[in-house]
């Protein structure tokens, strides 16, 4: 059909879809990099950090090899063995919202459980941040119960004055601590993916919900980004060794308590504004309607919703 009788009536949205919660499901196929431009990378998967392509500003990517930086876990102060938050391995079959296999699974071991990207030979560069850009991070929880997930993105060193501090897991502007709640997940644990996508401007706006404060001028080298379990139900583990060559203590699940997945982390400036009309001679299939929490829909209502066609899935107002 003609993109002008799928749209006549609808917006085409991205980045914020909702004044009261900035977490939807994510649309199939994932992010559709192709709507963003000025990437500000902190983590993605390979082969979106390759669709992105010469849109990407600045790679911050996490490097497999850990020669630029890497994926750090806390350990107990008590004994520097022990890990407070573990790397739970993939169960056969799981895939992240793109339909790949890079992901991060982490499971807290202690109430505290923190992981933090951390730099090595090369300082982390967030300075082409701009207010124009969106912060962008998918997540899932697939824990035993539902939890609480704290971010903190910008020099950890000065994060309570300089950065963005917010929370997942409870209302949009609700305080707990220094955290700054950005909504909920709309199916709790149930598995699956969703996205958080806060504009820079919203989260600075001190009319608003954040009044958060950021400089990001200077080379970062402590922690570009931590997160963090809020009262989470721990999980239970066997330990043994360390094994020859390592750190740390190796780990074997008894009991899985909360747990949360990441898959991407990045700056974004949504390409034409976020808003756009669809040129009216391009030909595009409706492959399915379905909510923001994924389902399926058949005669849609006014509303937001994500249109999957031959071209990618959109994010479409219905009026």
Not at 145 to 171: L, R, V, W
Request: aromatic share 12%.
């Amino acid at each position: 059909m003609k993109n002008s009788l799928l749209f006549a009536a609808a917006l085409l949205v991205s980045g914020n879809l909702c004044a009261q919660n900035y977490i939807t499901a994510a649309p199939e196929g994932g992010f559709n990099t192709a709507a963003g431009k000025d990437y500000v990378v902190l983590y993605a998967p390979e082969n979106v950090l390759a669709s992105m392509g010469s849109k990407v500003i600045t790679n911050n990517n996490l490097d497999q090899t850990q020669v630029d930086n890497y994926l750090e876990y806390w350990v107990t102060d008590w004994d520097k063995k022990d890990l407070t938050l573990y790397n739970v391995p993939a169960a056969e079959g799981e895939l992240n919202s793109f339909g790949g296999d890079d992901f991060i699974n982490a499971t807290p071991l202690y109430a505290w459980g923190t992981g933090v990207f951390m730099p090595k030979a090369k300082a982390y560069d967030l300075s082409k941040v701009t207010d124009e850009h969106h912060l962008h991070i998918g997540l899932r929880d697939f824990g035993s119960s539902p939890s609480k997930y704290q971010f903190s993105i910008g020099s950890q060193k000065t994060i309570k004055n300089n950065g963005f501090q917010i929370m997942a897991g409870i209302g949009v502007g609700a305080a707990s601590g220094d955290f700054v709640g950005v909504g909920t997940l709309p199916g709790g644990n149930d598995g699956k993916w969703y996205y958080i996508d806060v504009p820079v401007k919203d989260l600075v706006d001190e009319n608003g919900d954040f009044g958060f404060v950021y400089n990001f001028s200077a080379p970062i080298t402590d922690g570009v980004f931590t997160f963090t379990f809020n009262e989470p139900v721990t999980s239970t583990a066997k330990k043994s060794g360390p094994e020859p060559g390592e750190d740390v203590y190796s780990y074997e699940i008894t009991k899985l308590g909360s747990a949360l997945s990441l898959d991407h982390v990045f700056f974004y400036v949504p390409d034409g504004n976020g808003v756009g009309e669809v040129s009216a001679d391009v030909e595009e299939e409706v492959l399915g309607i379905y909510d923001l929490a994924g389902r399926r829909v058949e005669n849609p209502a006014a509303g937001l919703y994500i249109v999957k066609t031959n071209i990618g899935a959109r994010k479409v107002l219905f009026k």
